[in-house]
């Protein structure tokens, strides 16, 4: 599953324009894209979401969050037990909008490991994703909480942030992917925070709330295209 | 909506044996028996079962819980706002396995009636399931922890506690349904609970862990029309 | 203790002007205006400032939270059960500041209750207020809370929110003393809100964070002076 | 302030035999034990007994938590920057009955180590335990759940566990101390915690609950003496 860390990985979030069929239609394009560019693209929906586009698409399908709870009697949790079910291929943990414990990330990230699924921790600092990294996830999202949802690229107005969390991860968990987030809009945004060296990005409204998710995701898809032949050419 | 409040409300919870293909199963199960019965039972699935089987069955299906978010930038939640786009027909609201703040089951409540969904909110004691019943909800429904997942039905062992909190309700919100859950597992729970003057049960484990579903469902179902018989010959 | 209901609570919420040395200070000041005009008032200071303030001071000190905690092997709580002891008066539940689970406001305040003190719950809304008021609390205080620090007293700004909070209270709760909260700042705020047939008012900046606390509080206890005159005269 | 890591960390909880006029005399008693035998120990009340006890004694007085809020409109909250105006050493972060988001325990640990206050993060396992030294506090503290309040010692059940995060605290965060808990009773146990090589330990019941304190805080302390001594002649 580790190879299906996707290099843009899309949060549908809650928008009105992102749930139900509109959900299906953007995880459709991507997997369009994927198909075309050859750039692995994920899809986070809303819960609701999940199961039908896990099981109607071939691109990787998270969910947005799970809860620390195994199998038994509860009501209203999402166990990282029952993801693969339904042909999920992880999980967010611990996304700005929905903080966790940091036993809760724990035993959740464990359980996904254990499943073989994908698990993303987010968090807002270096020294914070640096702390769950050695958790060994699959991979951490670093994410300035202040630039999320601004339009403001953290691998522009913050590429310090971006390689500090690089050095920091790379030194101490060096298996652990690194995705970044907040405010990446445009394919030149992609492209950024791949030279940077992350193993992609974490995005949402730009494509989630786009007229045309296909044709944005395009554009996306080249700009990690284009940093990738920047990169082979080094 | 309100005509389509359940008699029998099966809670999937949580358990291996209730979600993915088994919520169907289970689903499909209440669906004939309803038809056959005309009982109507309604299932709460995980939320990751729900979309599927509103979509796939007519009896009504619930989520077991929603946050108390609108549409926006939210990761992680399930917006009542988002249920009837799924056909979904109400919510599970503080059960006693996800309580919630007061401020939250009031929001949730309110939009849920907006919306034309039912609204079911649960509660442990009579004077807090009043509480509750005078946000007006659809219905309320009093479970006393200390007997959930026990086998000892509300209905036999606390008669008086159902009771209480019937001429609570019926004095100060006489619009609001009442359930009652917490051990029920035969038919004959159903019946004395409904001749106790309920509206209906709320139930889990008896039915989300049978072998048979069908009918343990059936079983449920004869204990509601026992009842009504009784009712109707008062 | 149920006498000791203050006419005037001040929550010294986490100003810094009003912890430590400040928060004695302010309650010093409370003591005098309450000795000369006969209008009690109640302090709500930081926990850490509780104990000392409830030792040495003769009008009521409030906790701003209790924790739904019990005696025992609790890290970080404070228990209803503990107040006593140090002389404390009572409780805030639910404030806006400090939202609960519904569960958890029926646990401190039949606590609270059961063991002399005064249990005062916030809410919102007039629906909110009465559902806290069916559980029988000393009192309740309704504090919309878009108008918490603004200046803008709920008393003039919304008076029918506290009128129709007043009806449904006195209906189904008639033993329910009645609070309101929020922009309160001035005698005649008070006045307004005691006329309006309110207990007294909960208030906090206009106290906390002024450069005379013993004026203002005379000013506040004028106000409610002033309304007293008016309801004996009428 | 650092230097004012206790070896021996007594976590009052909220016990009826540690509160009030008890938490004091407890205090008084390790105090005394400290001056007789040199091994400083510090004491973690009850919030509402701990401005009372940085007043009253010398030993380091902690708090057993903080909230992630600064100074402002904030109801029911403790905040790390009003410490130092009561005298208080620091805070327990994180503690097993009070678990806290990543995020805030990374605020809360900050903002207690700009003020030059002791932090002290705790953790469930070496893994989780190595995500908080990263975040550079005074402390750790690795306590197995399962453990606490048994009355079988970390030291003696688990040392593996302990020496596995010292293995790793050592090698990633050098600079953080290392306090080990749950089920430390007997001055044998801090011997061997302390020969394992942390820097002390953590304990609640066995002196919170004990009909003599000094007498047990003594025995403690001896344990502390005898590992230095082993130590040094090494």
Known sequence: MRDRLPVILVNLKLYEQSIGQKAFEIGKAAESVWKESGVLIGIAPNALDAATLAEKLEIPI?????????????????????????????????????????????????KLVEEGLISIICASTPKETLSVALLQPTSVAIEPPELIGTGIPVSKARPETVTETLDLVRSFAPDV??????????????????????????????VAKHPNPRKKLMELANGALKASDACSKR
């Open 177 to 206: 992917k690194v995705l970044c987030g907040a405010g990446i809009s445009t394919g030149e945004d992609v492209e950024k925070a791949i030279e940077l060296g992350t193993d992609g990005v974490l995005l949402a409204s730009a």
């Open 62 to 110: 998270f969910v947005q969050h799970v809860d620390s709870t195994p199998f038994g009697a509860f009501t209203g949790h999402i166990s990282p037990l029952q993801l693969k079910k339904y042909g999920i291929a992880g999980s967010l943990v611990n996304h700005s909008e929905k903080r966790l414990k940091l036993s809760d990330i724990s035993w959740i990230n464990q």
